[in-house]
């Protein structure tokens, strides 16, 4: 699959020139590393994919919908394997059962300073989730087709930690907000299974 890279995440960017922003603070620090995973899976032969809703904490994405994923460890050989180990970690899906498809482009946050690695794969076979308690708050799975509907792109004004009233594009599935890194990477993803359909 080609990759669509920034000018499809960045239709999803919570802050004006972003990739200006990007640029800046990544010249001025070293970010650490992290890997998330789209993984898409049956439920009764309609495609899903699974996000969570991360744990209140003192974080900078405290409480916010996001793709099952973590920081890079020194015994991660590549950034596919962090994602995969810390898809089994957060909601208990086994390596085994994850087959990666492709990978999607990284994308730096600056507020965390977190360079992302993101990575689509599929699984065969219905899933059971366990949440990691310390973690995650729910597991929230999705229909692919809500993500392909264009109506469930919007608008939303919120505050974070690090921005007050805000407006950003989002998207709205299952009744909650993906906005930020999460929904820059879902607009990339979005754009490589809508292409790989149209062939």
């Known amino acids: 699959m080609p990759r669509p890279g920034f000018a499809a995440q960045n239709q999803m960017a919570a802050v004006e020139r972003l990739d200006e922003l990007q640029r800046v603070t990544l010249q001025k620090k070293t970010p650490r590393h992290a890997a998330v995973m789209m ?12 996000l969570i809703e991360r744990m209140e904490s003192k974080g900078a994405h405290s409480g916010q919908i996001a793709f099952p994923g973590g920081r890079k460890e020194k015994e991660d050989a590549n950034d596919s394997v962090t994602a995969i180990r810390e898809t089994h970690e957060e909601v208990g899906i086994y390596p085994e059962q994850q087959e990666i498809i492709t990978a999607g482009t990284p994308i730096y946050i600056p507020p965390s300073n977190y360079m992302v690695a993101p990575f689509l794969a599929f699984a065969k076979a219905e899933l059971q989730f366990t949440p990691q308690p310390s973690e ?14 264009a109506q ?3 608008k939303i004004t919120l505050s974070t930690s690090y921005m007050n009233e805000v407006t950003v594009p989002c998207y709205k599935l299952q009744n909650q907000v993906v906005w930020g890194a999460t929904a820059m990477m879902l607009a990339e993803f979005k754009s490589m299974l809508q292409e790989s359909l149209s062939l």
Request: proline share 7%; no cysteine; charged share 15%.
């Open 136 to 149: 995650v708050k729910s597991i929230i799975e999705i229909p692919l087709h809500e993500l392909l509907d």
């Open 152 to 154: 469930n792109v919007q």
């Open 39 to 50: 993984l898409i899976y049956p439920v009764n032969d309609i495609a899903h994919f699974v």
